[in-house]
């Protein structure tokens, strides 16, 4: 899967912590970014059940986002709950 360039900046835009473009290290935008490849490669494996190499790299992705969620929670819960209010995101 590829995501395009201008994909990334609306993404880091409207869910970086400082509303740049350029902010892509902040917590909030990785979890917003992963968030979209999660939830393209689960419409994936809706229709290709047996690609198992997808469904690891889609486990991995949400192991990588749930480590990013805890951090979040364990630093700055207001940040936290937001970003899961933002994204729609339940634990």
Known sequence: MYIYKELKQEIFE??????????TGSAEAQIALFTYRINHLTEHLKV????????MGLQRLVGKRRRLLD????????????????LGIRK
Do not use: F, P
């Open 71 to 86: 951090y979040l929670k364990n630093t700055e819960i207001d940040r936290y709950r937001n970003v899961i209010k933002e």
């Open 14 to 23: 409207k869910y970086g912590h400082s509303k740049v473009a350029t902010d």
């Open 48 to 55: 290709q059940r047996k690609d198992y190499s997808t469904r």
